[in-house]
T-cell receptor
Framework: GDSVTQMEGPVTLSEEAFLTINCTYT??????LFWYVQYPGEGLQLLLK?????DKGSNKGFEATYRKETTSFHLEKGSVQVSDSAVYFC???????????FGSGTRLSIRP | DGGITQSPKYLFRKEGQNVTLSCEQN?????MYWYRQDPGQGLRLIYY???????QKGDIAEGYSVSREKKESFPLTVTSAQKNPTAFYLC???????????????FGEGSRLTVL
């Protein structure tokens, strides 16, 4: 069935470091792909999305490219800030229902 | 302000008690969802509803019940049959019946349930 696998955390980086959080998926067809972010004490919010292969989603300095060949949607940011500390979730829709599957989440902590 | 309101934010329950978590949205969204979040397991779907008076089980519905009598409200009851109810519960809604088109779910701030 459809599934999402993302790298386990926690990930701890220094401010201004380069960030990559890996996400791979298994799905029927070519679904849209999403990254959500959960800041401490809050619900999730959509960070970025890509609706077809080779699309690049971007927001707040984060980017992710939909790679059909490697079934991946890795999240990247060139220079992280302390305010980026949060939990990041990769997600995709079920192929046959109005539901979204979430990965297990990756906790990111940025040191000043 | 438009959004989703969950209450209570924190809730303590004794074993054997039922408890109801409230979720209200004023976004005029058709679809609403309940997720459970446990450390290291991400979000798991409990129930979802695409229209008033209709709802479907998600992946972990056992021990939970819901109702959808009004478009803006989707309360979740955690029953005594739920074996391990201590968790963070998130309610969400979407603009269309098929949230998969846009992927954009709007989430509340969550309710943390602790069973004593």
């Amino acid at each position: 069935g459809d599934s999402v696998t993302q790298m386990e955390g926690p990930v701890t980086l220094s401010e201004e470091a380069f960030l990559t959080i890996n996400c791979t998926y298994t799905a029927t067809g070519y679904p849209s792909l999403f990254w959500y972010v959960q800041y401490p004490g809050e619900g999730l919010q959509l960070l970025l999305k890509a609706t077809k292969a080779d699309d690049k989603g971007s927001n707040k300095g984060f980017e992710a490219t939909y790679r059909k060949e490697t079934t991946s949607f890795h999240l990247e940011k060139g220079s992280v800030q302390v305010s980026d500390s949060a939990v990041y979730f990769c997600a995709l829709p079920y192929s046959s229902a109005s539901k979204i599957i979430f990965g297990s989440g990756t906790r990111l902590s940025i040191r000043p | 302000d438009g959004g989703i309101t969950q209450s209570p934010k924190y809730l303590f329950r004794k074993e054997g008690q039922n408890v109801t978590l409230s979720c209200e949205q004023n976004l005029n969204h058709d679809a609403m969802y309940w997720y459970r979040q446990d450390p290291g397991q991400g979000l798991r779907l409990i129930y979802y509803s695409q229209i008033v008076n209709d709802f479907q089980k998600g992946d972990i519905a056992e021990g939970y019940s819901v109702s959808r009598e009004k478009k803006e409200s989707f309360p979740l009851t955690v029953t005594s049959a739920q074996k391990n109810p201590t968790a963070f519960y998130l309610c969400a809604s979407s603009t269309k019946r098929d949230a998969t088109n846009t992927g954009e779910l709007f989430f509340g701030e969550g309710s943390r349930l602790t069973v004593l």
